[in-house]
């Protein structure tokens, strides 16, 4: 809708306009920030029918803003990784609408409560509107991250998409745990923000510009760490700025050495928000290392299909690290919050394994490593909602949330639908044949090896092995175990919305295995790097042998 | 139909056919078991017709992820219509046996039914499978369904740990085999196991492959010391450990190795590695089985012993992979075969037993052939089976092994592997011997007193495993009849040994092994050697290594994630500074001094001297920050911090920034000590602590910092960018300021003002985003303080002192700050508008003057209260804020719109400008450019933004 509007005024406008150009490929968050404005608006009503329409508002901008990104195909001029855009966006868009019906229920649930009985509504006092536009803001800015084209750009998108989930901790329950998670996550949060900008500096330092690409040859840091390539190393400013960098953007995916608050803050923010924070930060920083090293590309290395060497090293230590940490402290939880924190830890150091390998020859996505993350990004996206969604929806008849194992005891028996989502997402997370995370895991193997990585993919398969203890845990409970005592206790929690999330997700995580060719083919696409013309200092052109060239080009 | 329709069919009959049942009336139990029946026997029957034609069966299916060779390729050779029509020939016997083990009982039935239809499917698909992967999918299923089985019984939490530790072995051996496959995959190209023999592979990559799959298969086939599983499985169902446990699942690792042996010759490591795994396990666990409390447990490990024999035989199979000359050990069906035919038997007597007559022990095994003849009898027809005795099948097995190993032995190298197959198989058999005699005199000894009463049960307890056992006795006595079956299976069938008393015409060392071992057996069985019932170390590997893994997390946790921010802040940042460090010094560039040249070329003498003391006032206000105690001087000194920082601003020739600085270091202190007020007060022992690692590491890293920074910034410009493209940012701005260029998309900047032009124009886009933010953060901390609440507490609290004026809402204000305050503001605010409107041209801008009337706003807010800003601004902050994005949005709008009225339509926040004249001849005039009406919006939504915050905050406190 708002496409149709937009796109025949820039048509009629001076092509030349580049920033016209970016409003033509912003249509997704642009409709994505209308419904947030609109979002806030209801939200002041005092009418409870047009206050509930909320989340179904929300539903639907993201459903146009998914539309929108599916049917603008439009790529950043001279983008290493231009696909990336539509690709992601849609994506956000999709996974985002479980996300957003996740949310029902937590802010505003004691509140409409007591307005129910007869208190009378005041529009301060409610922050229903704000929390739902807290979440747009922040999916909003996730999809800004795919579309940045610039240093700058990347890091106000990066804390668009932060700045909201630190307020939506703190206010998504009443405790004083909430709040002290909040902190937690601001304070490092900050910590991370300072790092990578500090990072981002560097690069500049380096560079002499924040432009990541340019269309037209025109400078840019890819251009000049072609120009690097060309001499055979990065400089040690840039490398240094890059590997700030990635250390920064740790915190956002949650990897060492940044990942220390993720179960605390998962555990204290209410079970939607965590479910929340563990695919829309951890996506966001996913897409700015994908952007940041595609800037830098995978021609360095003896062989010229890899990393430079500082670089890799540094993110191989923090993808086994990653693994190993977050699989081995989650064996020794009882919470099942912090279970699926560490897992989604875990998480982490698996994609990492992808980027590490790079893009591959470019051909097919078995050896195409980010292909493998994207596909990743995805497979998680709808397992992790899953899992988390049960917890949700399920409380002890005080009204507490439900987070130990001794919880989901014998829920296939008691609740059927949700025992099942908790059995199939929790397959699906360990990465159990046939569903669908299992060949997001296979993705990231099959490109480990092909790059050479062989003690990575190794290390991998060891953790996927560690990980099923605690997996099998959360299987074995629901499906094998008699409901316990506190099991019994357990009530559904009045919102449709949360028992639909978790069905739809874990009916993607069997009805997608169909398509797994076509969505990871899809991955492969939007996942494939246009080798970057250096530009040296003397103002020619150097063309680079590179391995990595691109057989679709 | 095709074969690969018959084979899809087949695969999927099973699990179709356990769903179905799911669908019928839950009572009709025996409808229900003869539907799950009938998806076996169809696979059974179905795959028997492709028998004749599997010579020439060739890889057939259908693609799914071609790129990865995922695809549901099947092949129907001898090897896999063998192993597919073991499956199902016992699954359609399983069926209704379980139906006579459970009474019809129809709630389990109708539970298990399902459940094994998953399983025979998940098996079918192993056996059949061409790709690789595709085996890998099914063979994970084949661990789900072990799984489910294992926790059948949801009271026993033993049970419920069974299956968790079978499912974590096997898994990490499902992941062994995920890696190898993908290994020959993408270093072969290879994803079939057809084409194995094509694969061309570095050398390394072939072994790793290799050993990944022998892992898998070592798990799989419960191989010393992965084996502790399988014992463990035995607390599923007796139809269950019969079906998968011993007679079909178990074998997928063994299935596993011939297939990848068959296709792929030649490898070094292969015997080396299997001869020695499997004659271990073979000897290991058959003494282990002599030493079983429980039926089900001796059974258990006599599988296990010959699952190890199976492995020794592949591992023997790769010493001659091709050469003709020596009886090829590619094809050991019979062993399978043979396996199946007595195992199976036991484990459903074994059931039988449990069931009607409540025995689970081996000593509850006394007097049986009294208390059931048939079952009793044939237990030991079994057990006579399992020892090998000659008359059996199996005794012709047992000895077609030792000839193999024999002639192994005549080997050019490696000959010690053979000798070692021999001493194995060897005490494997005298082991069960030796269990023959015991439990047969336990059977066959008098009834003990008190031994419960037998329950009488149907035929079909017992009949299956009679039909298998005769298998056994026909293979032994007319081995011309199971020859014949064999040899449509079998490539090179070595024919004279399936004959008993071939055997005994050609005396040799093999037959002498055997009967040896026999007779050393039976001496062991009635000697009182290993008759002391007990565990074995690798019952409890499974556990150990989980406590180990929660031993290592824990040490882990208490180390790092103890729930400290400060802790996690100390990791963060100290991993920062080694990364940094470890960068620096492999770079010998980082530890010279860059040279700096800038600001000493560009300025006065005087102001760099003046510039370094300001240089040193930051620092020095920076150093005096950690030993300050009180938080209210902290947050002073970190405002002496901006204003050094302003000075340097200065310096540069900056006004803009010095003034935005001074405005914000204002607000800001404001806020630290508003928000600084709210929080409880330190103990005493916290201020008075001097930590001095702390204050060591926190230099170490501001130096690490500062370094690096110091040498991003002295890289001169010309090393960094390209001749002939535009300069570093700085001066690009200043060049283009009042020209506008070709970046701007035809907006001309028409400002003198570089930083105005910056905010509004040239980065207009994110000067709107930004207030945007800034509108988020007030919203933030309204959202996060919620509703007001006034605290009676506080306020009587306060303590007034006699004399002192209150302010409004009784907090302490000087007067002289209120009198001064009347007439600071409105100037302030005069100041304001002023340097709103002069902000393109000259210092000032909105961004500024929102500043400072949001410092003259809060001001009068501290002096005169709540209610005297109401009356001054009688907007809600955040409407101000709505109302200032609205204002920037729609200025910026108006040029997309500007053909409705006749203009041509420009971008979003394109400017225009125009000269308002002042008098007659023009000289004097006021620059009006559209700008202005986006900078009020600025100015709008900073001063609503920091006044709504603040004057929250201020509520908070009163």
């Known amino acids: ?553 | 139909m095709s074969d690969r329709v018959v084979m899809l069919l087949a695969i999927f009959a099973p699990m179709l056919a356990g769903f179905v049942t799911l669908l019928l009336p839950a009572r009709a139990a025996l409808l229900r078991t003869a539907v799950g029946a009938s998806g076996p026997l169809f696979a059974f029957v179905s795959l028997l017709g492709l028998l004749g034609d599997a010579e020439h069966s060739g890889s057939v299916g259908w693609g799914y992820i071609p790129d990865l060779g995922i695809e549901f390729f099947f092949r129907s050779d001898r090897l896999a219509l063998f192993f597919a029509l073991l499956v199902s020939g016992i699954g359609s016997l399983i069926v209704p046996y379980a139906h006579a083990y459970f009474r019809g009982d129809a709630a389990k039935i109708g539970r298990l039914l399902p459940m094994l239809g998953l399983f025979a499917t998940a098996m079918l698909g192993v056996a059949l499978s061409d790709s690789m992967l595709g085996l890998f999918v099914f063979w994970e299923l084949t661990t789900i369904s072990s799984f489910l089985l294992i926790g059948w019984e949801r009271t026993n939490p033993g049970a419920v740990r069974s299956a968790l530790q079978a499912a974590s072995i096997t898994g990490l051996g499902g992941l062994a085999l995920l890696v190898g496959v993908t290994i020959f995959g993408v270093t072969g190209g290879v994803w079939r196991f057809s084409e194995l023999g094509d694969a061309s592979m570095p050398g390394w990559a072939m072994t790793a492959g290799v050993a990944l799959i022998g892992v898998a298969a070592a798990t799989k086939s419960a191989q010393f010391p992965l084996h502790g599983w399988l014992p463990g499985a035995m607390a599923a169902p007796t139809p269950v450990s019969a079906y998968l446990h011993s007679a079909t699942m178990v074998k997928a690792g063994v299935f596993l190795l011939a297939r990848v042996v068959v296709d792929l010759e030649g490898v070094e490591l292969w015997p080396l590695l299997f001869v020695p795994l499997g004659a271990l396990t073979m000897a290991y666990a058959a003494v282990q089985a002599l030493r079983g409390a429980t039926v089900k447990r001796v059974l258990a490990f006599s599988t296990v012993s010959q699952l190890g024999l199976f492995v020794c035989l592949y591992g023997l199979g790769g010493l001659h992979p091709s050469d003709p000359s020596h009886h090829t050990l590619e094809w050991p069906i019979g062993q399978i075969l043979n396996h199946a035919a007595y195992k199976a038997p036991l484990f459903m007597l074994a059931g039988t037993m449990a069931i009607h007559a409540g025995v689970a022990n081996i000593a509850q095994l006394r007097g049986l052939a009294r208390r059931m003849p048939v079952v009793g009898w044939l237990f030991i027809v079994g057990l006579y089976a399992m020892a090998a005795g000659p008359g059996t099948f199996s005794f012709a097995a047992k000895e077609f092994f030792v000839v193999g190993a024999y002639q192994a032995t005549e080997a050019s190298h490696h000959a010690w592997l053979g000798w070692l197959a021999i001493v194995a198989v060897a005490i494997a058999a005298a082991c069960n011997a030796a269990l023959l005699v015991r439990i047969g005199r336990l059977v066959f000894g008098s009834v003990e007193e008190g031994s419960v009463e037998v329950k009488p049960g149907s035929g079909w307890m017992w009949w299956p495993a009679a039909l298998l056992l005769l298998l056994q006795v026909v293979g032994g006595i007319a081995p011309g009849a199971l020859e014949g079956a064999l040899l449509s299976v079998e490539t090179n069938p070595l024919e004279h040994l399936y004959s008993t008393f071939d055997l005994f015409g050609k005396p040799g060392l093999p037959l002498f092994v055997s009967l040896g071992a026999l007779a050393a057996g039976v001496v062991l069985g009635l000697s009182p050697l290993l008759r002391k019932p007990g565990g074995e170390p690798c019952d409890h590997l499974f556990g150990s290594l989980h406590r180990l893994l929660e031993l290592v997390a824990f040490a882990v946790v208490s180390t790092f994630q103890t729930g400290s921010i400060r802790r996690y802040l100390f990791l963060s940042i100290a991993t920062l500074g080694a990364g940094l460090l470890i960068v620096m010094t492999r770079d010998e560039r980082w530890l010279t001094v860059p040279e700096f040249t800038g600001l000493i070329d560009s300025h006065e003498p005087a102001i760099v001297i003046f510039a370094i003391l300001a240089a040193i006032f930051v620092c020095v206000s920076a150093l005096a920050l950690p030993p300050c105690r009180l938080r209210i001087v902290r947050v002073l000194v970190l405002g002496a911090v901006g204003f050094g920082v302003t000075m340097l601003y200065l310096i540069n020739r900056a006004p803009d920034l010095a003034l935005t600085q001074i405005m914000f270091e204002i607000i800001s202190v404001i806020m630290f000590l508003l928000v600084m007020r709210m929080l409880p007060e330190r103990t005493r022992a916290d201020q008075d602590r001097v930590d001095l690692p702390r204050a060591a590491f926190a230099g170490v890293i501001g130096v690490l910092v500062g370094w690096a920074v110091f040498h991003a910034g002295a890289v001169p410009d010309t090393e960094v960018r390209p001749t002939g493209s535009a300069e570093r940012l700085g001066a690009w701005f200043l060049d283009h300021a009042h020209e506008g260029s070709a970046l701007t998309g035809g907006r001309n900047g028409q400002g003198d003002n570089v930083v105005n032009v910056i905010l509004v124009d040239f980065r207009g886009y994110d000067t709107m985003g930004e207030i945007a933010v800034l509108g988020i953060a007030m919203l933030a901390v309204l959202a996060m303080l919620g509703p007001r609440r006034l605290r009676p507490a506080l306020r009587s609290e306060q303590v007034r002192v006699p004399g002192v004026q209150y302010g409004p809402q009784r907090t302490l204000v000087s007067s002289m700050l209120r009198v001064g305050m009347r007439v600071i503001v409105p100037l302030a605010l005069i100041f304001a508008g002023y340097v709103f409107f002069k902000g393109h041209q000259s210092p000032g801008g909105g961004f500024i003057a929102g500043l400072v009337a949001s410092v003259a706003l809060i001001v009068y807010r501290m002096t005169e209260g709540r209610v005297a800003l109401r009356s001054l601004i009688p907007l809600n902050p955040a409407l101000l804020v709505a109302a200032g994005l609205a204002i920037a949005l729609v200025t910026g709008a108006v040029p997309l719109v500007l053909d409705l009225i006749g203009g041509e339509a420009l971008p979003f926040l394109t400017s225009g400008d125009d000269k308002l004249y002042l008098n007659r001849d023009h000289s004097e005039y006021f620059h009006l450019t559209s700008v202005m009406f986006f900078d009020l919006g600025v100015f709008i939504v900073v001063v609503g933004a920091s006044v709504g915050m603040i004057n929250r905050l201020e509520e908070e406190l009163e």
């Not at chain 1, 703190?170 to 004083?176: D, F, L, P, Q």
């Not at chain 1, 037209?216 to 072609?226: K, M």
């Open chain 1, 1 to 553: 809708m708002i496409q149709t509007i937009l796109t025949p005024m820039f048509a009629e406008t001076d092509a030349s306009t580049e920033m016209l150009e970016k409003l033509g490929f912003l249509t997704p968050e642009i409709a994505l920030f209308v419904t947030t404005c609109l979002v806030m608006i209801i939200g002041l009503s005092s009418s409870r029918s047009i206050r509930d329409t909320i989340p179904i508002v929300s539903v639907i901008g993201l459903g146009v803003a998914g539309f929108l990104a599916y049917t603008n195909q439009s790529t950043i001029a001279g983008a290493a990784l231009g696909g990336i855009m539509p690709f992601l966006k849609t994506l956000i868009a999709i996974v985002g609408i479980p996300l957003v019906l996740l949310m029902s229920g937590t802010v505003d649930r004691d509140y409409e409560n007591a307005v129910a009985r007869g208190l009378p509504f005041d529009s301060i006092r409610s922050n229903r509107g704000e929390f739902y536009a807290f979440l747009l803001f922040s999916l909003t800015g996730l999809m800004l991250c795919a579309s940045a084209d610039d240093l700058i750009w990347l890091f106000l998108a990066l804390e668009l998409t932060s700045l909201p989930t630190y307020v939506m901790v703190s206010i998504s329950s009443g405790k004083a745990k909430s709040q002290e998670a909040g902190i937690k996550y601001f304070f490092l949060g900050a910590v991370g923000a300072a790092i990578f900008l500090y990072g981002f500096a560097m690069i500049y330092g380096a560079t002499g510009t924040t432009v990541l690409f340019a269309g037209d040859g025109e400078y840019s840091i890819t251009t000049a760490f072609a120009a690097d390539l060309a001499d055979g190393a990065l400089s040690p400013i840039a490398t240094l700025g890059v590997i700030l960098a990635i250390i920064g953007v740790c915190f956002k995916i949650a990897a060492v050495p940044m990942h220390f608050y993720t179960p605390d803050v998962y555990e204290g923010a209410a079970t939607p928000v965590s479910a929340f924070l563990a695919f829309v930060p951890k996506t966001a920083g996913f897409v700015a290392i994908l952007l940041l090293l595609s800037a830098v590309g995978w021609g360095f290395g003896a062989e010229g299909t890899s990393l430079p060497e500082p670089i890799r090293i540094t993110l191989w230590i923090i993808a086994a690290l990653t693994m190993t940490f977050g699989n081995v402290l989650a064996l020794l939880q009882q919470n099942i919050k912090r279970v699926l924190a560490y897992s989604s830890v875990a998480h982490s150091g698996y994609m990492l394994v992808g980027v590490i390998a790079g893009p591959g020859d470019g051909g097919s996505i078995a050896s195409n490593g980010l292909g493998a993350v994207l596909f990743y990004i995805l497979c998680y996206g709808f397992m992790n909602v899953g899992a988390f969604a049960v917890l949700a929806c399920l409380e002890r008849s005080s009204g507490d949330e439900i987070e130990t194992f001794e919880d989901i005891r014998g829920l296939c028996e008691t609740n059927r639908v949700l025992g099942w989502v908790m059995v199939l997402c929790s397959a699906s997370l360990l990465g159990l044949p046939p569903l669908l995370g299992f060949w997001g895991k296979l993705y990231l193997f099959t490109s480990g090896i092909s790059a050479g990585e062989y003690a990575l993919v190794a290390i991998l398969g060891l953790n996927s092995a560690i990980a099923a203890f605690y997996y099998l845990k959360l299987i074995a409970g629901p499906l094998l175990d008699e409901p316990g005592e506190s099991a019994k206790g357990l009530r559904e929690t009045p919102y449709v919305g949360r028992v639909i999330a978790a069905t739809v997700s874990a009916v993607s995580v069997v009805a997608l295995v169909p398509f797994v060719n076509v969505l990871a083919n899809a991955a492969n696409d939007a996942a494939t790097v246009t080798p970057a013309q250096a530009q040296t200092l003397d103002g020619s052109e150097a063309k680079i042998e590179s391995p990595r060239s691109d057989d679709d080009a």
